[in-house]
């Protein structure tokens, strides 16, 4: 009997020293998550040439996604469910199906971090390594192996990867893309040296290497298995001035890109600003030359992409503005932009009462000089190095080139507005793939004014025009935005071709939209049309065809 107590007395206290720490488990454990549900209904619209469906006669279309993520002390995991049944309209169709694609475990202390499953992650600007998703584009690329950052001193931190990338839905074993491994070290002297941790003067250096393995199974070339990208970099500072730069150059690599040349690949990129109280200047130099990356030289669409080229353009979101937008050219471009932020104080003669903010941004993008190699052999000729290019010299081809200027100005605590114009130089022909085309001129202007009646209730209403006599002509557009803050907003806009050549075709492409928020959740429904064009975002576009229907989103978080 007394054996019999002490035996049950101990499994008692075991139980309950289990259910204590399990609690204590639980009460330190987190979780977070986020989902969204985007779904479009497609309608017939004979103005817009639409008699059925866009999808396999399909009228529905899903895009959904749900992300959950775990932590606990140093350990943390996660994983993202996606549906899409199918795209949306411009979403790459290979995309169709649903699962998770997306799992990962990570364990990090003070020093060290190891990650295994799927993983982003980005070296430097980009240039050698740079995997990540945006949503709105469909693009995903994520790394699927082992990711390790280990920093022994502050200051500096070593990262490496090893893995393939996501290719939609299929499986490595049945897919041709290659292996990517690379490896980063960052130097921040400031940090690193206790004689520089009150300096003016902040440096931090940096360098990578990344490289793709795959087979090579060409009956024609003989293609290198194996292709290493190198990249060095700094980041210097100097009281109010900043300068920012990295060089990167990558081995031949012949590809479904490049018409499979042999000519090795290298990109750079310079920064310079000042900035002080009431005045920013930025100034950015970048050339790239016959640097597309991929882990399958096969692979032409916006996928598999190992590194990333940063745009230098001024990035447009307003409706007409955002009409041609410009898509990195990644076997060749050479351009510059310059950026001027200045504000007229406030309380002087010419600022007001409340000043005025003023943005000047110029830039411009041509191809790179190409030179033949030889008087027998064409440029970019399979097979061959393609071409010879000097280093500083602009092609005579101007990709883009565009002049914005912004006025925020601010009448009363109720009333405010938003003034800006932009000029807009457009190749076409070469950017969205309409040969024949001649270059775009386009004049573009824009209002967007504000009133609030209360603290929680506002009323914005822009105008835009947008005037050229190239592609389809001259354009007008309308936005009216009534909010109640924090929960409705209510939206009707109207964008009118009415300088097409085409009377047929001078279409009104409206809209109606309205949306709710609950704490973190928010609901929106719209209805109307979609002109066909193109959505850009950092330099990457997909295709958007015409369409009309009803589109809801629904995205909460917690």
């Known amino acids: 009997?007394?054996?019999?107590?002490?035996?049950?007395?101990?499994?008692?206290?075991?139980?309950?020293?289990?259910?204590?720490?399990?609690?204590?488990?639980?009460?330190?454990?987190?979780?977070?998550?986020?989902?969204?549900?985007?779904?479009?209904?497609?309608?017939?619209?004979e103005a817009m040439g639409i008699t059925d469906s866009l999808i396999n006669g399909r009228n529905f279309a899903f895009n959904g996604f749900a992300r959950?993520?775990?932590?606990?002390?140093?350990?943390?995991?996660?994983?993202?469910?996606?549906?899409?049944?199918?795209?949306?309209?411009?979403?790459?169709?290979?995309?169709?199906?649903n699962g998770f694609p997306y799992l990962w475990a990570s364990y990090a202390t003070e020093k060290f971090s190891f990650t295994v499953g799927s993983f982003y992650e980005q070296f430097g600007n980009g240039l050698t390594l740079r995997s990540y998703e945006e949503w709105t584009l469909g693009y995903d690329n994520a790394i699927n192996g082992v990711k390790?950052?280990?920093?022994?001193?502050?200051?500096?931190?070593?990262?490496?990867?090893?893995?393939?990338?996501?290719?939609?839905?299929?499986?490595?074993?049945?897919?041709?893309?290659?292996?990517?491994?690379?490896?980063?070290?960052?130097?921040?002297?400031?940090?690193?040296?206790?004689?520089?941790?009150?300096?003016?003067?902040?440096?931090t250096l940096g360098g990578s290497a990344v490289s793709k393995y795959q087979i090579d199974n060409n009956p024609v070339y003989k293609l290198p298995r194996n292709v290493g990208?190198?990249?060095?970099?700094?980041?210097?500072?100097?009281?109010?001035?900043?300068?920012?730069?990295?060089?990167?150059?990558?081995?031949?690599?012949?590809?479904?890109?490049?018409?499979y040349i042999y000519k090795p690949g290298e990109s750079f990129l310079f920064?310079?600003?000042?900035?002080?109280?009431?005045?920013?200047?930025?100034?950015?130099?970048?050339?790239?030359?016959?640097?597309?990356?991929?882990?399958?030289?096969?692979?032409?669409?916006?996928?598999?992409?190992?590194?990333?080229?940063?745009?230098?353009?001024?990035?447009?979101?307003?409706m007409l503005a955002s009409m041609y937008p410009y898509a990195t050219q990644p076997n060749g471009e050479i351009g510059f932009q310059l950026q001027v932020d200045y504000k007229i104080p406030k309380k002087t003669k010419?600022?007001?009462?409340?000043?005025?903010?003023?943005?000047?941004?110029?830039?411009?993008?041509?191809?790179?000089?190409?030179?033949?190699?030889?008087?027998?052999?064409?440029?970019?000729?399979?097979?061959?190095?393609?071409?010879?290019?000097?280093?500083?010299?602009?092609?005579?081809?101007?990709?883009n080139?565009?002049?914005?200027?912004?006025?925020?100005?601010?009448?009363?605590?109720?009333?405010?507005?938003?003034?800006?114009?932009?000029?807009q130089e457009y190749d076409i022909a070469t950017l969205q793939g309409h040969p024949g085309e001649p270059e775009i001129k386009a004049h573009i202007g824009i209002v967007d004014m504000t009133y609030k009646f209360t603290s929680k209730k506002a009323l914005r209403w822009e105008a835009q025009g947008l005037f050229t006599k190239e592609d389809n002509g001259s354009w007008a557009a309308a936005l009216l935005e009534y909010t109640i803050?924090?929960?409705?907003?209510?939206?009707?806009?109207?964008?009118?071709?009415?300088?097409?050549?085409?009377?047929?075709?001078?279409l009104h492409y409206y809209t109606g939209a309205f949306g709710y928020t609950h704490k973190t959740t928010r609901l929106s429904l719209s209805y109307g049309r979609q002109r066909e064009g193109v959505v850009c975002v950092g330099g990457v576009c997909r295709q958007v065809p015409a369409s009309s229907g009803f589109y809801m989103t629904i995205t909460s978080n917690f």
């Open 229 to 259: 990208n190198v990249a060095g970099r700094f980041n210097l500072g100097i009281g109010k001035f900043n300068f920012t730069s990295e060089y990167a150059y990558k081995i031949n690599d012949p590809s479904a890109i490049n018409n």
């Open 148 to 203: 390790v950052q280990y920093e022994p001193v502050r200051g500096f931190i070593l990262k490496g990867v090893y893995g393939v990338q996501r290719f939609f839905w299929m499986k490595y074993a049945n897919n041709n893309r290659g292996i990517v491994k690379g490896a980063d070290m960052e130097l921040n002297l400031n940090d690193l040296f206790v004689s520089m941790s009150n300096s003016k003067v902040r440096l």
């Open 1 to 45: 009997m007394k054996k019999s107590f002490i035996f049950f007395a101990s499994v008692l206290f075991f139980a309950l020293s289990a259910n204590a720490q399990l609690s204590g488990l639980v009460n330190k454990s987190q979780v977070h998550g986020s989902f969204e549900a985007d779904l479009m209904y497609y309608q017939p619209d």
């Open 68 to 97: 959950i993520t775990y932590s606990l002390g140093n350990f943390s995991a996660g994983l993202r469910y996606e549906a899409y049944l199918p795209p949306i309209a411009g979403f790459d169709p290979r995309m169709e199906g």
């Open 485 to 506: 803050s924090p929960h409705w907003f209510f939206t009707l806009s109207d964008q009118w071709n009415y300088g097409n050549e085409e009377t047929a075709d001078r």
């Open 401 to 423: 080139r565009d002049l914005t200027i912004e006025v925020d100005k601010k009448f009363t605590k109720k009333f405010k507005g938003y003034f800006k114009y932009i000029y």
């Open 350 to 399: 010419l600022g007001g009462r409340y000043g005025w903010d003023i943005h000047i941004n110029y830039s411009q993008i041509n191809d790179i000089a190409r030179e033949q190699l030889n008087d027998s052999t064409p440029l970019n000729q399979r097979g061959t190095l393609g071409y010879t290019s000097q280093f500083l010299k602009f092609g005579d081809q101007i990709f």
């Open 271 to 318: 920064t310079a600003s000042y900035s002080r109280r009431g005045l920013g200047v930025f100034a950015m130099f970048k050339r790239t030359d016959n640097f597309s990356f991929k882990s399958d030289r096969s692979e032409k669409e916006n996928a598999l992409d190992i590194n990333f080229l940063p745009p230098i353009i001024e990035p447009h979101t307003y």
